[in-house]
């Protein structure tokens, strides 16, 4: 499902015009629709039923304040896997106490700040970082709460940039060693085990993988508990796809349904830390044409937005929708590479486009909410877009656009 829909021949994202949007805001610019955030992760959290479960939203997708604030009031929990995300989470009214941090780097400073937040997970990914974070909650008199993430090594079958659940990957303790991991963390004054937790990947299309990973999780439970070890909860990760060309990503209940089936009914508290399927489908990136610029070879749109605003296709290839933001141009049809103003040939949004297009006219990419302004930089000096945000007929901005002097704003010449 998507937040954008046709009226008039006027692309609109809920009751209001993206081309009013531009004419307001301008462009580029993310634009997010509040109740389609809201409806995404409804669907997740009410696929549980009543078993007891916190959907941790991972904010890595998208961080906006505005963003997490919805889901705050909503009740979310938030996955994080750095302290920059943490402090975000309680800007926006975010509860310390349903928050998991993940991530294969987490510093002392962050532990820290998160034992003195008052966290309730750390997923934490190796010996080396579970035995810091026992010296650093020593240091500050606690125990800090911990699940293992284990590498479960199941394909998830998707793009290998975002594989994360194979014994290659960087992530997680393998599933081999995990019983002498918990073992260990047992034993240390300054660790409590609260969990388990893993993680294979993202935009996985199949339920499969989610099912095989869930089983593999359970029979480690299984083998803790006959050594006496009682965990409270079962942290299945994020991942679920979401529909950006033609894919078929299982609906959230199928998704739920399969981490359940895999886990049988263990009893225990589950977690999910889905991000895209979340955010994607609630935002888009308007942009504006600047030139057309036919050659020998192919037709190019060169447009205001670039890599730097949304680094998805450039990084993975990938595939987004390029929409006319006005359905009833005159101009006649051709197949354009939509490409951005920066010094890379790699800097395109979109390949052999149909589109029917002049020079001014505004373009929206579709299911951008997430992952985009996320990843976005400062390549070629470049200010990030504003992101707004739609609510029914009301918009607001939630950030504003950067300015050029403020990127610079923090060097020094030499002596300077
Ligand atoms: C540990 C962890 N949890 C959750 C997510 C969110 O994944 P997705 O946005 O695919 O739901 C990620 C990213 O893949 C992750 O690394
Ligand atoms: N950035 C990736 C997803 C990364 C998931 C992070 N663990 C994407 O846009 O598809």
Known sequence: MSCLSYRDAQLCVEDVAVADLAARFGTPCYVYSRARIEASWRAID?????????????????????????????GSGFDIVSVGELERVLAAGGDA?????????????????????????????????????????????????????????????????????????????????ALDVYAQAATMAHIEIVGIACHIGS?????????????????????????????????????????????????????IAALRAGLGDSGHELIVEPGRSIAATAGILVTRVEYLKPTAAKHFAVVDAAMNDLMRPALYGAWQRILPVQENSTAPAALYDVVGPVCESGDWLGKDRELAIRAGDLLAIGEAGAYGFGMSSNYNTRPRPCEVMVDGAHCQLVRERETVTELFAGERVLGG
């Open 97 to 177: 106490a349903n928050v998991v941090f993940s991530g294969v780097g987490k510093r002392s400073d962050e532990m820290r700040r998160a034992l003195e937040a008052g966290i309730r997970c750390f997923n934490v990914e190796s010996v080396a970082e579970l035995e810091r974070l026992n010296q650093v909650a020593g240091e500050l008199g606690r125990k800090a709460p911990i699940a293992l993430r284990v590498n479960p090594d199941v394909d998830a079958g998707t793009h290998p940039y975002i594989a994360t659940g194979m014994k290659e990957n960087k992530f997680g303790i393998a599933h081999e060693q």
């Open 46 to 74: 009410a696929a549980f039923g009543a078993q007891p479960h916190r959907v941790c939203y991972a904010v890595k997708a998208n961080s906006n304040l505005a963003v997490l604030n919805v889901l705050a009031r909503l």
């Open 203 to 255: 935009q996985i299309t199949r339920t499969e993988p989610f099912h095989d990973a869930a089983a593999r999780v359970l029979a480690l439970v299984a083998a803790l508990r006959e050594r006496g070890i009682e965990l409270h909860h079962i942290d299945c990760g994020g991942g679920l796809g979401v529909c950006y060309e033609d894919e078929t990503p299982p609906p959230a209940a199928d998704w």
